[in-house]
């Protein structure tokens, strides 16, 4: 049995790697600067691409409300480049900051969202990563 790797840790977020589960898990803290949201995600998505994940656990209960050109950048940019990934799963447990929680339905929800992957919200952590492990 692999440990899980920290691969990326800040102030605002917690990234891992489980190699064994071929799985991303990302835990969010708390605000993060405009700058600090699209380099994080940016290692994400290389990291992703780099390493072949297949499922990504994303707790954004703790993250806060995003700059709407923060939305429209992971909108139009990070999150279609995900399709071209090995990525097939994306649980993703909803923010308790309630404009948090809508703007990133609406990057899910966008037409640019990739179809090559499955993303799913959910309030539980636990029903999340039986979702991935189904």
Not at 79 to 86: E, I, K
Not at 88 to 106: G, I, P, T, Y
């Amino acid at each position: 049995m692999i440990a899980e790797e920290v691969v990326f840790d800040k102030s605002f977020i917690c990234v891992a790697h489980d190699p064994e589960a071929r799985m991303l898990r990302l835990k969010w803290k708390g605000y993060a600067k405009p700058q600090d949201f699209r380099e994080c995600l940016s290692f994400i998505l290389a990291y992703v691409r780099n390493n072949d994940i297949e499922y990504c656990f994303s707790d954004l209960k703790f993250m806060s409300t995003i700059l709407p050109q923060d939305e429209e950048w992971a909108t139009r940019f990070w999150y279609p480049r995900l399709a071209g990934t090995a990525l097939r799963k994306h649980a993703v447990v909803s923010s308790l900051d309630f404009l948090n929680n809508a703007a990133m339905r609406r990057i899910v929800g966008s037409p640019s969202a990739p179809n090559g992957f499955e993303t799913r919200f959910f309030v539980d952590s636990n029903q999340a990563m039986d979702w991935l492990d189904a």
